[in-house]
């Protein structure tokens, strides 16, 4: 677990945490209640936890769950609000940079056009703390089918440094296939969307958290946006086509071909994103 935890903080060598000690002198001010979330490994929707924090037997979506034979799979949540208010307390947040507001100037996130924006609608002040949000998938060892995906999230109103050492750690799945949007995503957004209405409280001010850039791959993209990998069946971004299996090499690829003449039938255009 702590080598999971160094490699997804982003931790040098130096801060690298290499022992239970270490890391409770780091976080024990954290401790707050964990929770574990289930999908159904017949269906993947959110399985019931009963008072011991594991599915019961009988489910709403049918299907039974044992946990001797069901995948080991699950989400773990921490607690953002409290690893927030931590990151307030001893590291603060800077004012808002003059370049923010100098039009030609680029170069952090606060420089952006649409930080800019919105700090000139008012979105973004002095008790905002905006953040990037990011996740992505790595192997428990090259022989597992185990994975494990961190969702977290970095602080943009301070230095590259600081942001770099304190990430926030909202979700970890660990399973032997790819989250599912439900029990990953969704508890995270939720979340999110909560200290973005209520705040965080801290030495007597509230500060209103707000993501304002998710970075992911393309692998880790579909999750996110829920919709078909860039190589699966009806996974074009703009349009419905079903994709075409086109030989290229000594395999196949999946491909979305453009309609050159009107022989060839068209597909109704995506609605949204």
């Given at each position: 677990?702590?080598?999971?935890?160094?490699?997804?903080?982003?931790?040098?060598?130096?801060?690298?945490?290499?022992?239970?000690?270490?890391?409770?002198?780091?976080?024990g001010?954290?401790?707050g209640d964990?929770k574990?979330?289930y999908?159904?490994?017949?269906?993947?929707k959110?399985?019931?936890?009963?008072?011991?924090?594991?599915?019961?037997?009988?489910?709403?979506?049918?299907?039974?769950?044992?946990?001797?034979t069901?995948?080991?799979?699950?989400?773990?949540?921490l607690p953002?609000?409290?690893?927030?208010?931590f990151f307030?307390?001893?590291?603060?947040?800077?004012?808002?940079?003059q370049?923010?507001?100098?039009?030609?100037?680029?170069?952090d996130?606060?420089?952006?056009?649409?930080?800019?924006?919105?700090?000139?609608?008012?979105?973004?002040?002095?008790?905002?703390?905006?953040m990037?949000?990011?996740?992505?998938g790595?192997q428990?060892?090259?022989?597992?089918?185990?994975?494990?995906?961190?969702?977290?999230?970095?602080?943009n109103?301070?230095?590259y440094?600081?942001r770099?050492?304190?990430?926030?750690?909202?979700?970890?799945?660990?399973?032997?296939?790819?989250?599912?949007r439900n029990?990953?995503?969704?508890?995270?957004?939720?979340?999110?969307n909560?200290?973005?209405?209520t705040?965080?409280e801290?030495?007597?001010?509230?500060?209103?958290?707000?993501?304002?850039?998710v970075?992911?791959?393309?692998?880790?993209?579909?999750?996110?946006?829920?919709?078909?990998q860039?190589?699966?069946?009806?996974?074009?971004?703009?349009c419905?086509?079903?994709?075409?299996?086109?030989?290229?090499?000594?395999?196949?690829?999946?491909?979305?071909c453009?309609?050159?003449?009107?022989?060839?039938?068209?597909y109704?255009?995506?609605?949204?994103?």
């Open positions: 677990f702590l080598d999971i935890l160094n490699v997804s903080s982003g931790l040098n060598q130096d801060d690298e945490l290499r022992s239970p000690y270490l890391f409770m002198k780091r976080y001010l954290l401790k964990l574990r979330i999908p159904c490994s017949t269906c993947s959110t399985l019931k936890n009963g008072e011991s924090e594991y599915p019961t037997e009988i489910q709403p979506c049918g299907h039974n769950y044992c946990k001797e069901s995948d080991k799979c699950y989400t773990l949540l953002v609000e409290e690893q927030v208010r307030l307390r001893h590291h603060g947040i800077q004012k808002i940079p370049e923010t507001l100098d039009q030609d100037r680029k170069g996130v606060f420089t952006g056009d649409r930080y800019k924006q919105y700090v000139k609608d008012g979105l973004i002040n002095e008790r905002t703390v905006t990037q949000i990011n996740t992505d790595a428990k060892l090259k022989s597992s089918k185990y994975s494990f995906w961190p969702f977290m999230g970095t602080v109103e301070t230095g440094k600081t770099r050492s304190n990430v926030i750690l909202m979700a970890f799945w660990f399973g032997n296939k790819k989250p599912p029990v990953f995503v969704d508890p995270c957004v939720d979340v999110l909560q200290l973005c209405s705040g965080v801290c030495d007597n001010k509230k500060y209103i958290i707000r993501p304002v850039i970075t992911v791959d393309t692998i880790a993209r579909p999750i996110l946006r829920n919709t078909m860039f190589n699966g069946a009806y996974g074009c971004d703009f419905l086509h079903p994709g075409k299996s086109v030989k290229i090499g000594k395999g196949n690829t999946l491909v979305y453009e309609q050159s003449d009107d022989s060839q039938p068209k109704p255009l995506r609605s949204t994103l």
